[in-house]
Protein backbone atom coordinates (compact mmCIF):
# COMPACT_ATOMS: atom_id res chain seq x y z
CA UNK A 1 0.00 0.00 0.00
CA UNK A 2 1.29 3.46 -0.69
CA UNK A 3 -0.34 6.79 -0.07
CA UNK A 4 1.07 10.65 0.07
CA UNK A 5 0.10 10.96 3.62
CA UNK A 6 0.32 8.46 6.30
CA UNK A 7 -1.57 9.63 9.56
CA UNK A 8 -1.47 7.40 12.44
CA UNK A 9 -5.05 8.37 14.63
CA UNK A 10 -8.37 9.55 13.83
CA UNK A 11 -8.68 11.51 16.68
CA UNK A 12 -9.45 15.28 15.99
CA UNK A 13 -5.68 16.10 14.72
CA UNK A 14 -5.95 13.14 12.37
CA UNK A 15 -9.34 13.59 10.86
CA UNK A 16 -8.95 16.81 10.62
CA UNK A 17 -5.61 16.73 8.51
CA UNK A 18 -6.95 14.20 6.20
CA UNK A 19 -9.81 16.49 5.36
CA UNK A 20 -7.31 20.11 4.84
CA UNK A 21 -5.28 17.82 2.64
CA UNK A 22 -8.02 16.08 0.43
CA UNK A 23 -9.73 19.78 0.04
CA UNK A 24 -5.96 20.63 -1.46
CA UNK A 25 -5.96 17.47 -3.37
CA UNK A 26 -2.87 15.52 -1.71
CA UNK A 27 -3.93 11.82 -0.78
CA UNK A 28 -3.87 10.48 2.66
CA UNK A 29 -5.04 7.13 4.60
CA UNK A 30 -6.14 7.14 8.25
CA UNK A 31 -5.31 4.14 10.60
CA UNK A 32 -7.24 3.88 14.04
CA UNK A 33 -6.40 0.95 15.82
CA UNK A 34 -10.28 1.42 17.18
CA UNK A 35 -13.51 1.01 16.50
CA UNK A 36 -15.64 3.74 14.64
CA UNK A 37 -18.13 3.65 17.57
CA UNK A 38 -16.16 3.53 20.09
CA UNK A 39 -14.09 7.02 18.53
CA UNK A 40 -17.36 8.45 17.94
CA UNK A 41 -18.52 7.66 21.53
CA UNK A 42 -15.81 8.70 23.57
CA UNK A 43 -16.74 12.04 25.29
CA UNK A 44 -13.64 14.43 26.58
CA UNK A 45 -14.06 17.55 25.11
CA UNK A 46 -16.20 20.40 24.64
CA UNK A 47 -14.78 24.05 24.36
CA UNK A 48 -13.80 24.91 20.90
CA UNK A 49 -11.98 28.47 20.50
CA UNK A 50 -13.60 31.27 18.11
CA UNK A 51 -10.60 30.12 15.64
CA UNK A 52 -11.09 26.13 15.76
CA UNK A 53 -15.12 27.40 15.33
CA UNK A 54 -14.30 29.07 12.16
CA UNK A 55 -12.20 26.63 10.38
CA UNK A 56 -14.45 24.14 10.60
CA UNK A 57 -17.06 26.27 9.14
CA UNK A 58 -14.77 27.47 6.37
CA UNK A 59 -13.54 24.00 5.38
CA UNK A 60 -17.19 22.69 5.18
CA UNK A 61 -17.73 20.82 8.99
CA UNK A 62 -19.40 22.98 10.78
CA UNK A 63 -23.22 23.07 9.51
CA UNK A 64 -24.45 20.68 12.19
CA UNK A 65 -21.99 22.40 15.04
CA UNK A 66 -23.40 25.48 14.06
CA UNK A 67 -27.01 24.13 14.89
CA UNK A 68 -26.38 21.92 17.37
CA UNK A 69 -23.41 23.85 19.56
CA UNK A 70 -24.00 26.51 22.28
CA UNK A 71 -22.06 29.91 21.48
CA UNK A 72 -20.72 30.93 25.09
CA UNK A 73 -19.91 34.86 25.12
CA UNK A 74 -18.52 34.74 28.77
CA UNK A 75 -17.34 32.30 31.82
CA UNK A 76 -17.34 32.94 35.38
CA UNK A 77 -14.97 32.66 38.49
CA UNK A 78 -16.41 32.02 41.18
CA UNK A 79 -14.45 32.33 45.12
CA UNK A 80 -15.05 33.99 48.22
CA UNK A 81 -18.54 32.70 47.75
CA UNK A 82 -19.20 35.49 44.70
CA UNK A 83 -19.27 34.79 41.07
CA UNK A 84 -17.18 37.01 38.68
CA UNK A 85 -17.84 37.01 34.71
CA UNK A 86 -15.59 37.57 32.31
CA UNK A 87 -17.08 38.78 29.23
CA UNK A 88 -14.96 37.54 25.81
CA UNK A 89 -16.26 39.90 23.59
CA UNK A 90 -16.57 42.83 24.96
CA UNK A 91 -12.28 42.21 26.42
CA UNK A 92 -11.62 40.48 22.45
CA UNK A 93 -13.35 42.46 20.38
CA UNK A 94 -15.78 40.51 19.96
CA UNK A 95 -14.78 36.55 20.50
CA UNK A 96 -16.55 34.32 21.67
CA UNK A 97 -16.49 29.85 22.27
CA UNK A 98 -18.80 27.33 21.22
CA UNK A 99 -19.28 24.33 23.37
CA UNK A 100 -19.94 21.54 21.01
CA UNK A 101 -18.93 17.82 22.10
CA UNK A 102 -15.03 16.37 20.67
CA UNK A 103 -17.08 12.87 19.60
CA UNK A 104 -19.55 15.21 17.52
CA UNK A 105 -16.74 17.07 15.86
CA UNK A 106 -15.24 13.41 14.92
CA UNK A 107 -18.66 11.84 13.68
CA UNK A 108 -18.79 15.21 11.29
CA UNK A 109 -15.29 14.54 10.23
CA UNK A 110 -15.58 11.13 9.53
CA UNK A 111 -19.16 11.35 7.77
CA UNK A 112 -17.44 14.09 6.07
CA UNK A 113 -14.34 11.71 4.82
CA UNK A 114 -16.25 8.61 4.11
CA UNK A 115 -18.85 10.86 1.97
CA UNK A 116 -15.81 12.18 -0.19
CA UNK A 117 -14.17 8.23 -0.90
CA UNK A 118 -11.85 8.70 2.09
CA UNK A 119 -9.78 6.02 3.05
CA UNK A 120 -10.35 5.73 7.12
CA UNK A 121 -9.12 2.45 8.70
CA UNK A 122 -10.55 1.03 11.80
CA UNK A 123 -9.51 -1.35 13.39
CA UNK A 124 -6.30 -1.19 12.45
CA UNK A 125 -2.80 -0.20 14.70
CA UNK A 126 0.04 0.96 13.97
CA UNK A 127 2.33 -0.83 15.53
CA UNK A 128 5.85 0.47 14.37
CA UNK A 129 7.30 3.01 11.97
CA UNK A 130 10.61 2.10 9.62
CA UNK A 131 12.73 4.34 7.54
CA UNK A 132 11.42 7.78 8.85
CA UNK A 133 15.25 9.61 7.89
CA UNK A 134 14.93 8.07 4.30
CA UNK A 135 12.44 9.31 1.57
CA UNK A 136 10.10 6.53 1.75
CA UNK A 137 9.17 5.95 5.07
CA UNK A 138 6.56 3.11 6.39
CA UNK A 139 3.92 2.31 9.01
CA UNK A 140 3.42 -1.31 9.99
CA UNK A 141 -0.01 -2.07 10.93
CA UNK A 142 -2.05 -4.60 11.71
CA UNK A 143 -5.69 -5.13 10.01
CA UNK A 144 -8.10 -7.92 10.03
CA UNK A 145 -5.71 -10.44 11.61
CA UNK A 146 -2.87 -9.54 9.18
CA UNK A 147 0.53 -7.72 9.36
CA UNK A 148 0.55 -4.83 6.80
CA UNK A 149 2.65 -1.95 5.39
CA UNK A 150 1.60 1.69 4.35
CA UNK A 151 4.42 3.15 2.38
CA UNK A 152 3.94 7.25 2.17
CA UNK A 153 5.77 10.28 1.66
CA UNK A 154 5.37 11.57 5.21
CA UNK A 155 4.33 10.05 8.05
CA UNK A 156 1.62 12.31 10.48
CA UNK A 157 1.42 10.77 14.05
CA UNK A 158 -1.50 11.87 15.30
CA UNK A 159 -1.99 9.30 17.33
CA UNK A 160 -2.19 11.04 21.12
CA UNK A 161 -0.63 10.53 24.25
CA UNK A 162 -0.12 6.89 24.12
CA UNK A 163 0.51 6.28 20.70
CA UNK A 164 3.56 4.71 19.07
CA UNK A 165 4.67 7.39 16.94
CA UNK A 166 6.43 9.60 19.64
CA UNK A 167 8.55 7.00 20.86
CA UNK A 168 9.51 6.69 17.09
CA UNK A 169 11.85 9.56 17.36
CA UNK A 170 15.12 7.95 18.95
CA UNK A 171 15.59 9.27 22.07
CA UNK A 172 18.57 11.34 21.81
CA UNK A 173 16.88 13.21 18.94
CA UNK A 174 13.94 14.76 21.07
CA UNK A 175 13.49 16.27 24.77
CA UNK A 176 10.71 15.47 26.91
CA UNK A 177 9.76 18.68 29.07
CA UNK A 178 7.05 16.92 31.74
CA UNK A 179 4.94 18.91 34.97
CA UNK A 180 2.50 16.50 37.17
CA UNK A 181 0.06 17.96 38.74
CA UNK A 182 -0.12 16.90 42.82
CA UNK A 183 -4.23 16.30 42.03
CA UNK A 184 -6.65 14.70 39.74
CA UNK A 185 -10.04 16.02 38.35
CA UNK A 186 -12.97 13.94 39.00
CA UNK A 187 -15.50 14.35 35.96
CA UNK A 188 -18.95 13.71 36.48
CA UNK A 189 -22.26 13.51 33.15
CA UNK A 190 -25.35 13.53 34.64
CA UNK A 191 -29.16 14.10 33.71
CA UNK A 192 -30.09 17.31 34.75
CA UNK A 193 -31.28 21.23 33.56
CA UNK A 194 -28.41 23.64 33.53
CA UNK A 195 -27.70 25.28 36.69
CA UNK A 196 -25.68 27.82 34.41
CA UNK A 197 -26.14 29.49 31.25
CA UNK A 198 -22.01 29.86 30.94
CA UNK A 199 -18.99 27.39 32.40
CA UNK A 200 -18.10 28.26 35.97
CA UNK A 201 -14.59 27.90 37.12
CA UNK A 202 -14.62 27.85 41.44
CA UNK A 203 -12.14 28.05 43.69
CA UNK A 204 -12.87 26.84 46.93
CA UNK A 205 -11.13 26.27 50.47
CA UNK A 206 -12.01 22.46 49.87
CA UNK A 207 -10.77 22.88 45.82
CA UNK A 208 -11.28 23.29 42.21
CA UNK A 209 -15.28 23.09 41.13
CA UNK A 210 -16.58 23.28 37.41
CA UNK A 211 -19.52 23.59 36.21
CA UNK A 212 -19.76 23.12 32.74
CA UNK A 213 -22.40 21.65 29.89
CA UNK A 214 -23.51 19.72 27.01
CA UNK A 215 -27.20 20.46 26.45
CA UNK A 216 -30.50 21.46 28.24
CA UNK A 217 -30.31 18.32 30.00
CA UNK A 218 -26.76 17.16 30.04
CA UNK A 219 -24.11 18.48 32.26
CA UNK A 220 -20.57 17.80 32.76
CA UNK A 221 -19.20 18.56 36.32
CA UNK A 222 -15.81 17.93 37.55
CA UNK A 223 -14.26 18.56 41.09
CA UNK A 224 -10.58 18.84 41.59
CA UNK A 225 -9.87 14.90 44.00
CA UNK A 226 -6.62 12.60 44.69
CA UNK A 227 -4.43 11.71 41.79
CA UNK A 228 -4.93 8.57 42.45
CA UNK A 229 -8.54 8.47 43.24
CA UNK A 230 -10.98 5.90 42.20
CA UNK A 231 -14.81 6.32 41.07
CA UNK A 232 -15.37 3.17 44.05
CA UNK A 233 -14.95 6.08 46.53
CA UNK A 234 -17.04 8.63 45.29
CA UNK A 235 -21.31 7.41 45.51
CA UNK A 236 -23.48 9.83 43.61
CA UNK A 237 -24.64 11.10 47.27
CA UNK A 238 -20.94 11.99 48.40
CA UNK A 239 -19.90 13.85 44.68
CA UNK A 240 -23.58 16.36 44.78
CA UNK A 241 -22.53 16.78 48.64
CA UNK A 242 -19.00 17.99 47.88
CA UNK A 243 -20.07 20.35 44.39
CA UNK A 244 -22.23 21.58 46.32
CA UNK A 245 -19.93 22.23 49.28
CA UNK A 246 -17.31 23.97 46.68
CA UNK A 247 -19.91 25.64 44.39
CA UNK A 248 -22.38 27.13 47.37
CA UNK A 249 -22.39 31.21 47.16
CA UNK A 250 -23.95 33.79 49.68
CA UNK A 251 -26.31 34.92 46.96
CA UNK A 252 -28.10 31.13 47.12
CA UNK A 253 -27.42 29.72 43.58
CA UNK A 254 -28.47 26.23 43.41
CA UNK A 255 -27.09 23.31 41.77
CA UNK A 256 -29.49 20.99 39.60
CA UNK A 257 -29.16 17.69 40.25
CA UNK A 258 -29.98 14.57 39.03
CA UNK A 259 -28.88 11.02 37.67
CA UNK A 260 -24.83 10.67 37.17
CA UNK A 261 -24.67 8.32 33.96
CA UNK A 262 -20.95 8.73 33.95
CA UNK A 263 -17.73 8.97 36.27
CA UNK A 264 -14.19 9.12 35.64
CA UNK A 265 -10.65 10.51 36.57
CA UNK A 266 -8.49 12.35 34.49
CA UNK A 267 -4.94 12.77 35.59
CA UNK A 268 -3.86 16.70 35.33
CA UNK A 269 -0.12 16.75 33.95
CA UNK A 270 1.71 19.04 31.13
CA UNK A 271 4.38 17.28 28.41
CA UNK A 272 5.76 18.86 25.62
CA UNK A 273 8.27 16.92 23.19
CA UNK A 274 10.44 19.02 21.43
CA UNK A 275 10.87 19.04 18.13
CA UNK A 276 7.72 17.96 17.10
CA UNK A 277 9.66 16.59 13.92
CA UNK A 278 12.01 13.59 12.97
CA UNK A 279 12.99 13.23 9.28
CA UNK A 280 9.97 12.12 7.40
CA UNK A 281 7.54 12.16 10.70
CA UNK A 282 5.39 15.03 11.88
CA UNK A 283 3.47 15.03 15.41
CA UNK A 284 0.36 16.64 15.68
CA UNK A 285 -2.53 17.19 18.60
CA UNK A 286 -2.03 14.76 21.74
CA UNK A 287 1.21 12.56 20.40
CA UNK A 288 3.13 15.83 20.59
CA UNK A 289 1.77 17.39 24.09
CA UNK A 290 -0.49 16.93 26.69
CA UNK A 291 -2.18 20.36 28.68
CA UNK A 292 -4.15 20.15 32.13
CA UNK A 293 -7.48 20.36 31.07
CA UNK A 294 -8.27 23.58 32.84
CA UNK A 295 -7.45 25.95 30.06
CA UNK A 296 -9.58 24.07 27.60
CA UNK A 297 -6.57 23.92 24.97
CA UNK A 298 -5.83 20.48 24.33
CA UNK A 299 -8.36 19.52 21.19
CA UNK A 300 -7.73 23.24 20.27
CA UNK A 301 -3.96 22.77 19.91
CA UNK A 302 -4.38 19.64 17.91
CA UNK A 303 -6.73 21.87 15.57
CA UNK A 304 -3.76 24.52 15.47
CA UNK A 305 -0.98 22.12 14.47
CA UNK A 306 -2.47 20.55 11.87
CA UNK A 307 -3.73 23.58 10.20
CA UNK A 308 0.12 24.33 10.02
CA UNK A 309 0.86 21.14 9.17
CA UNK A 310 -1.69 20.53 5.92
CA UNK A 311 -0.40 24.13 4.87
CA UNK A 312 3.62 22.94 4.50
CA UNK A 313 2.30 19.63 3.00
CA UNK A 314 0.11 21.35 0.62
CA UNK A 315 3.12 23.76 -0.13
CA UNK A 316 5.40 20.87 -0.58
CA UNK A 317 3.00 19.02 -2.64
CA UNK A 318 2.64 22.11 -5.53
CA UNK A 319 5.81 23.83 -5.67
CA UNK A 320 8.24 21.08 -3.99
CA UNK A 321 8.93 24.17 -1.33
CA UNK A 322 10.03 22.45 1.93
CA UNK A 323 10.49 25.66 4.27
CA UNK A 324 7.14 25.85 5.67
CA UNK A 325 7.54 21.85 6.29
CA UNK A 326 10.96 22.07 8.33
CA UNK A 327 9.91 24.99 10.09
CA UNK A 328 6.65 23.25 11.26
CA UNK A 329 7.77 22.32 14.74
CA UNK A 330 9.05 25.72 15.40
CA UNK A 331 5.78 27.41 14.16
CA UNK A 332 3.55 24.93 16.05
CA UNK A 333 5.93 24.99 19.42
CA UNK A 334 5.42 28.69 19.54
CA UNK A 335 1.37 28.30 19.86
CA UNK A 336 2.22 25.24 22.31
CA UNK A 337 3.89 27.04 25.16
CA UNK A 338 1.55 30.23 25.47
CA UNK A 339 -1.30 27.30 25.66
CA UNK A 340 0.98 25.24 28.46
CA UNK A 341 1.74 28.85 29.98
CA UNK A 342 -1.94 29.46 29.97
CA UNK A 343 -3.03 25.82 31.36
CA UNK A 344 -0.55 25.97 34.13
CA UNK A 345 -1.24 29.36 34.83
CA UNK A 346 -5.23 28.87 35.18
CA UNK A 347 -4.47 25.41 36.96
CA UNK A 348 -2.68 27.42 39.35
CA UNK A 349 -4.89 30.26 40.08
CA UNK A 350 -8.03 27.47 40.71
CA UNK A 351 -6.56 24.64 42.87
CA UNK A 352 -5.61 23.58 46.49
CA UNK A 353 -2.55 22.64 46.72
CA UNK A 354 -1.13 20.09 48.99
CA UNK A 355 0.53 21.42 52.17
CA UNK A 356 -2.02 23.66 52.49
CA UNK A 357 -0.18 27.00 52.60
CA UNK A 358 -1.70 29.90 53.64
CA UNK A 359 0.94 32.49 52.47
CA UNK A 360 0.45 30.39 48.68
CA UNK A 361 -3.86 30.56 49.61
CA UNK A 362 -3.89 34.41 50.09
CA UNK A 363 -1.50 34.80 46.52
CA UNK A 364 -4.21 32.83 44.44
CA UNK A 365 -7.25 34.89 45.86
CA UNK A 366 -5.51 38.26 45.00
CA UNK A 367 -4.75 36.76 41.79
CA UNK A 368 -8.20 36.11 41.26
CA UNK A 369 -9.46 39.61 42.52
CA UNK A 370 -7.47 40.94 39.66
CA UNK A 371 -8.19 39.15 37.06
CA UNK A 372 -12.09 39.59 38.59
CA UNK A 373 -11.56 43.87 38.20
CA UNK A 374 -9.24 44.74 36.81
CA UNK A 375 -10.07 45.27 32.80
CA UNK A 376 -6.45 44.63 31.68
CA UNK A 377 -6.32 41.20 33.37
CA UNK A 378 -9.66 40.24 32.66
CA UNK A 379 -8.56 40.72 28.44
CA UNK A 380 -5.48 38.57 29.01
CA UNK A 381 -7.66 35.64 30.52
CA UNK A 382 -10.36 36.20 27.72
CA UNK A 383 -7.75 36.34 24.68
CA UNK A 384 -6.21 33.45 25.78
CA UNK A 385 -9.81 31.84 26.57
CA UNK A 386 -11.16 32.34 23.46
CA UNK A 387 -7.95 31.78 21.50
CA UNK A 388 -5.35 33.40 19.51
CA UNK A 389 -5.39 33.71 16.00
CA UNK A 390 -5.11 30.33 13.83
CA UNK A 391 -2.88 30.52 11.09
CA UNK A 392 -4.89 29.85 7.72
CA UNK A 393 -4.60 27.18 5.87
C1 LIG B 1 -11.81 14.15 29.98
C2 LIG B 1 -11.16 15.08 29.02
C3 LIG B 1 -11.66 16.36 28.86
C4 LIG B 1 -11.07 17.21 27.96
N1 LIG B 1 -11.60 18.48 27.79
C5 LIG B 1 -11.08 19.31 26.86
C6 LIG B 1 -11.68 20.58 26.56
O1 LIG B 1 -12.67 20.98 27.18
N2 LIG B 1 -11.15 21.33 25.56
C7 LIG B 1 -10.06 20.91 24.86
O2 LIG B 1 -9.62 21.63 23.95
N3 LIG B 1 -9.46 19.72 25.11
C8 LIG B 1 -9.94 18.90 26.08
N4 LIG B 1 -9.38 17.67 26.30
C9 LIG B 1 -8.23 17.26 25.52
C10 LIG B 1 -8.63 16.73 24.15
O3 LIG B 1 -9.64 15.77 24.25
C11 LIG B 1 -7.39 16.16 23.44
O4 LIG B 1 -6.38 17.13 23.49
C12 LIG B 1 -7.69 15.78 21.99
O5 LIG B 1 -8.43 14.60 21.95
C13 LIG B 1 -6.40 15.60 21.20
O6 LIG B 1 -6.69 15.14 19.91
P1 LIG B 1 -5.68 14.21 19.12
O7 LIG B 1 -6.29 13.95 17.79
O8 LIG B 1 -4.32 14.78 19.19
O9 LIG B 1 -5.59 12.87 19.99
P2 LIG B 1 -6.71 11.81 20.36
O10 LIG B 1 -8.05 12.44 20.42
O11 LIG B 1 -6.20 11.10 21.56
O12 LIG B 1 -6.73 10.82 19.12
C14 LIG B 1 -5.71 9.86 18.90
C15 LIG B 1 -6.30 8.68 18.18
O13 LIG B 1 -5.23 7.80 17.84
C16 LIG B 1 -5.64 6.47 18.07
N5 LIG B 1 -4.45 5.65 18.27
C17 LIG B 1 -3.65 5.56 19.35
N6 LIG B 1 -2.63 4.71 19.13
C18 LIG B 1 -2.80 4.24 17.86
C19 LIG B 1 -2.08 3.32 17.05
N7 LIG B 1 -0.98 2.70 17.49
N8 LIG B 1 -2.52 3.08 15.79
C20 LIG B 1 -3.64 3.68 15.31
N9 LIG B 1 -4.37 4.57 16.07
C21 LIG B 1 -3.94 4.84 17.31
C22 LIG B 1 -6.52 6.57 19.31
O14 LIG B 1 -7.42 5.47 19.39
C23 LIG B 1 -7.26 7.90 19.04
O15 LIG B 1 -8.49 7.70 18.36
C24 LIG B 1 -9.94 16.79 27.21
C25 LIG B 1 -9.43 15.51 27.38
C26 LIG B 1 -10.01 14.66 28.29
C27 LIG B 1 -9.44 13.27 28.47
Not at 213 to 235: A, I
Not at 268 to 289: E, I, K, T
Amino acid sequence: MRTQVGIVGAGPAGLLLSHLLHLEGVESVVLESRSREAVEQTIRAGVLEQGTVDLLTSVGVGDRMQREGAVHHGIELRFDGRGHRIDFPSLTGGRAIMLYAQHEVLKDLIKARLEAGGDIRFEAPAVGLDDLDSDRPRVRFQQDGRDQELECDVVAGCDGSWGVCLPAIPADRRTEYHREYPFGWFGILAEAPQSSKEIVYTYHERGFALVSTRSPTVQRLYFQCEPDDEVGNWPDERIWAELRARLETRDGWTLAEGPIFQKGVITMRSVVCQPMQYGRLFLAGDAAHIVPATGAKGLNLAVADVVVLARALVERDRSGRTDLLDAYSDTCLRRVWRAQHFSWWMTSMLHRFPGDDPFQHQLQLSQLRYVASSPAAAASLAENYVGLPLERP
